[in-house]
């Protein structure tokens, strides 16, 4: 029977991609004690391509931004159940780093990473809110516009 | 009676403020076993105004940049006092995440946080000596000059 | 006698730097429970200098910037090594996050991240596999080329 969290997920059509293992000398995810850090993942939608490319402030718009964090939440939480097996041994969302891609004068990053903050709220509830750090960064690997990280509290 | 660092606080006139909420689905802060992580704080005085705006080495000076990496350190206090109840109930100052909203050729970073850095050895002495990153930003929240985040170990 | 991995570091030729503490308000490391947090750590090779210096995608190379990193990474085992007196002590390399001075248009900062990734195996094994986030940014100290920071799980 599945959880209460992947019932929750499945009623809000959010399907989870089968993540691939880093083609190097690090891993999605590290458990130590009751934290589970997660690696930073970038804005890759199921179909394995960038929801959004390229700058904020520059060809990308806060809404295709703030998908992209979307995404970036959902590909976290794809680690969180291959870490856990089971999404609902989530006991807290600790903490999202946020990472967007921005031209020197984009002043808008938390609305960008809302996208990935409602994301975490819509699944887990009030266990969903978090600690939360915006920054605008020069650029990110492949060109992602946004990428994210997490901690999270595990029974 | 007010606590130990209360009073330091006091004798040293560093007024905290009352933080508002974010107007988000993120928090202020969240505890987990004894550690407890603070959001980024972005370098708002007590008028709710930017103590610096724009990027350390395009028109603001270290020297604004120190000062708003302090009132950043100044803002992770006050959510730490709403979290705790109690300041005095700091353990140790662990990390500080640095951000500079930076020109690309501005070097300087370490002197600006340096302003963060000093404020938590002036408020708990060598418990508040931290690990630290400091890194140069692309561009930060509302163009504040400095974002600083924290973690706290907690009794 | 030395332990195992002061062997596996003489093996490989690999001399760790005797680190000079921070002339600042804050430290190298500081420990909470079984977490080890580790400054970030520019790269400055042996003999004080930078390995690599400037903004990769304009002038350092890929080859440049991934020694650079690996130097970073011998840093911050340095700082560890300081920590714990013995490296043997580390059960894991938890995360590490990468920070790479980036021309906005250079897309490659995973593959300089290995040069600390790749490290990490190379002494610790597969305790040395870590969560990792990689992030361009506009600047960093000095005009390092690469920045590392990083949690270690200790016995």
């Known amino acids: 029977m599945a959880g209460t969290i992947e019932q929750k997920l499945a009623a809000q059509g959010i399907v989870l991609p089968e993540p691939v293992a880093p083609v190097a000398n690090y891993v999605g995810f590290v458990r130590s004690g009751n934290l589970l850090f997660v690696s930073g993942q970038v804005c890759n939608g199921l179909d394995g391509k960038l929801i959004a490319k390229g700058k904020l402030g520059a060809g990308v718009t806060i809404e295709q931004g703030s ?36 031209a020197p004068d984009f002043l808008e990053g938390p609305k960008v990473l809302n996208g990935a903050s409602d994301l975490m709220v819509a699944v887990f509830g009030d266990k969903g809110r978090h600690a939360r750090t915006t920054i605008g960064v020069a650029v990110l690997p492949g060109d992602a516009a946004v990428e994210v990280e997490g901690i999270f509290e595990v029974a």
């Open 67 to 102: 998908a992209a964090a979307r995404g970036c939440a959902i590909n976290l939480l794809a680690q969180v159940r291959i870490a856990l097996g089971d999404l609902d041994k989530v006991v807290r969302v600790v903490r999202l780093g946020g990472f967007v891609n921005s």
